[in-house]
């Protein structure tokens, strides 16, 4: 059991919307420790996509967006597009550890 | 360009020991913070182990005694020493850049390896 809760699935059209969520305790993102956020497409590494909470690395596109609130976090990913589909994973720090949520697989239609 | 290359996984037994590797180019290891993440089959990512700069190591509970992170300066390589393998660490392994989205310990994985394999099984 992941401390961070994730969704164990999304999907979407193309071109539609979609938010991933991550849910934690005040012992991670209660706590103010940033979130971040990475995509990973079948067979791959992991690939950050968000970090501190809502920054984007350079050469991540803009329909990747996140925002933190109180003990949650959330992705959103709009203009779906076929190669969005992957594992997306929230990861934070928690009580002397880093931890990752369980993942979401995003399935686009 | 920063690259990183694992190397050094395989199958063993319970019980055995087992070297991991992690070659850097484009950067220096000793300057930077480097992790290990790892992902049993078809599960999540699991933080592993952390190096800092300064040298302080942290492990998550479930390795603490049995892996050993450290880092060649000469070779520019991180490794990860692993002892008393159990099937529970069968998984791929990946090293890491530490990025910092602000003081510590508020850390993201910048740039990840291709991850090598490690099965423990009798």
């Known amino acids: 059991q992941s401390v961070l809760t994730q969704p164990p699935s999304v999907s979407g059209a193309p071109g539609q919307r979609v938010t991933i969520s991550c849910i934690g305790s005040?012992?991670?993102?209660?706590?103010?420790?940033?979130v971040q956020w990475y995509q990973q497409r079948l067979g791959t590494a992991p690939k950050v996509l968000i970090y501190?909470?809502?920054n984007r690395p350079s050469g991540v596109p803009d329909r990747f967006s996140a925002s933190k609130s109180g003990t949650s976090a959330s992705l959103a990913i709009t203009g779906l597009q076929a190669e969005d589909e992957a594992d997306y994973y929230c990861?934070?720090?928690?009580?002397?550890?880093?931890?990752f949520g369980g993942g979401t697989k995003l399935t686009v239609l | 360009e920063v690259e990183l290359v694992e190397s050094g996984g395989g199958l063993v037994q319970p019980g055995e020991s087992l070297r991991l590797s992690c070659a850097a180019s484009?950067?220096?290891?000793?300057?930077?913070?480097m992790s290990w993440v790892r992902q049993a089959p078809g599960k999540g990512l699991e933080w592993v182990s952390v190096?800092?700069?300064?040298?302080?190591?942290y492990y998550v509970d479930s390795v603490k005694g049995r892996f050993t992170i450290s880092r060649d300066t000469s070779k520019n390589t991180l490794y990860l020493q692993m002892s008393g393998l159990r099937s529970e660490d069968t998984a791929v392994y990946f090293c890491?850049?530490?990025?910092?989205?602000?003081?510590?310990?508020?850390?993201?994985?910048?740039?990840w390896g291709q991850g090598t394999l490690v099965t423990v099984s009798s």
């Open positions: 890491a850049t530490v990025g910092h989205s602000g003081a510590d310990p508020n850390h993201y994985y910048d740039s």
């Open positions: 484009g950067f220096t290891v000793s300057n930077n913070y």
């Open positions: 190096i800092y700069s300064g040298g302080y190591t």
């Open positions: 005040s012992s991670n993102i209660g706590a103010g420790y940033d």
């Open positions: 501190g909470n809502h």
């Open positions: 990861q934070s720090y928690d009580s002397s550890l880093w931890v």
